[in-house]
């Protein structure tokens, strides 16, 4: 694997100050793991706390606006996730292309934003099941790759900086139990970085391209261990360190 193996948890709307123990376990665990980068993206509401309580690993938001301040009721800017402490951003997952009807344009737009204010991203993609029955899945997330990653002014330098990573989530994959077959993972990763080369020229090898979407103890190995598979965006199974140690551990080479 030529890149750091990178480990997230995404708690979606999940969690209050009563699972920072968890964090914290999760947190100790990564000090041992020197060789695997962890995160955790908590809701809004925590990422201060959890900045607080956590040394060795990234703490991240879920999502944030296109611009940078204004009259947009409910939404969190990039620069206000910095000034609460986060250091990266999942965009684009596909609850919020569901949820909130975001588009690959303002995905891209959100990547940009962050970028601007100094995050890493992690651009999230992946087919539905109709879409991978009909034959369509390459199709569709070559698409989602060429429509969202970030282009703006300064794009190039954080993708050659390491500050920029995809995450192949298949819609049918998330919260199911179903895991995506192992060459079907690899076939994606492959197709996603080709176009990353396409988008970024020779930088484009810098973007970690992780798999997300029923992610557990059991298949971690596994996956994590496939061509082209640089680390994990894990939902269910990052709400306990009980959980989700094992991934990183999975991720790692061993416990120092
Ligand atoms: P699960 O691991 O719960 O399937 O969720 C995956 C996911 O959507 C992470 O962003």
Same mark, same amino acid.
């Not at 914290?24 to 995160?39: E, K, L, S, T």
């Not at 390459?138 to 300064?154: I, T, Y």
């Not at 598979?229 to 061993?254: E, M, N, Q």
């Given at each position: 694997m030529p890149h750091r193996p990178y480990i997230v948890g995404n708690w979606k709307m999940n969690g209050t100050r009563a699972m920072l123990a968890e964090a914290r376990a999760i947190d100790r665990a990564a000090g041992r793991y020197p060789d695997v980068q962890v995160a955790l993206a908590p809701p809004f509401t925590l990422i201060g706390a959890l900045r607080e309580a956590v040394s060795a690993m990234g703490v991240g938001g879920q999502d944030c606006h296109t611009?940078?301040? $204004?009259?947009?009721?409910g939404d969190v800017s990039a620069a206000m996730l910095v000034d609460t402490g986060a250091d990266f951003v999942i965009l684009g997952h596909s609850e919020r292309r569901k949820d909130h009807g975001e588009g690959n344009a303002v995905v891209q737009a959100k990547a940009d934003a962050a970028l601007a204010a100094g995050l890493a991203v992690i651009v999230c993609v992946g087919e539905t099941l109709a879409e991978r029955d009909a034959g369509k899945a390459d199709k569709v997330v070559a698409g989602q790759v060429d429509g969202s990653m970030p282009v703006g002014e300064g794009a190039l330098d954080a993708v050659a900086a390491g500050k920029v990573a995809v995450a192949y989530e298949p819609v049918w994959a998330i919260g199911t139990g179903r895991v995506a077959d192992v060459p079907d993972v690899v076939a994606m990763h492959a197709t996603i970085r080709a176009r990353l080369t396409a988008i970024y !020229?020779?930088? !484009?090898?810098k973007v970690r391209i992780l798999y997300g979407g029923s992610v557990n103890a059991g298949n971690a190995a596994d996956l994590l261990a496939?061509? @082209?598979?640089? @680390?994990a965006l894990v $939902? $269910?199974?990052?709400?306990t360190a009980d959980a989700f140690l094992p991934i990183v551990a999975a991720a790692g080479t061993g416990e120092a």
């Amino acid at each position: 694997m030529p890149h750091r193996p990178y480990i997230v948890g995404n708690w979606k709307m999940n969690g209050t100050r009563a699972m920072l123990a968890e964090a914290r376990a999760i947190d100790r665990a990564a000090g041992r793991y020197p060789d695997v980068q962890v995160a955790l993206a908590p809701p809004f509401t925590l990422i201060g706390a959890l900045r607080e309580a956590v040394s060795a690993m990234g703490v991240g938001g879920q999502d944030c606006h296109t611009q940078p301040k $204004g009259a947009h009721t409910g939404d969190v800017s990039a620069a206000m996730l910095v000034d609460t402490g986060a250091d990266f951003v999942i965009l684009g997952h596909s609850e919020r292309r569901k949820d909130h009807g975001e588009g690959n344009a303002v995905v891209q737009a959100k990547a940009d934003a962050a970028l601007a204010a100094g995050l890493a991203v992690i651009v999230c993609v992946g087919e539905t099941l109709a879409e991978r029955d009909a034959g369509k899945a390459d199709k569709v997330v070559a698409g989602q790759v060429d429509g969202s990653m970030p282009v703006g002014e300064g794009a190039l330098d954080a993708v050659a900086a390491g500050k920029v990573a995809v995450a192949y989530e298949p819609v049918w994959a998330i919260g199911t139990g179903r895991v995506a077959d192992v060459p079907d993972v690899v076939a994606m990763h492959a197709t996603i970085r080709a176009r990353l080369t396409a988008i970024y !020229g020779e930088a !484009g090898d810098k973007v970690r391209i992780l798999y997300g979407g029923s992610v557990n103890a059991g298949n971690a190995a596994d996956l994590l261990a496939a061509e @082209g598979v640089s @680390g994990a965006l894990v $939902g $269910g199974a990052s709400l306990t360190a009980d959980a989700f140690l094992p991934i990183v551990a999975a991720a790692g080479t061993g416990e120092a």
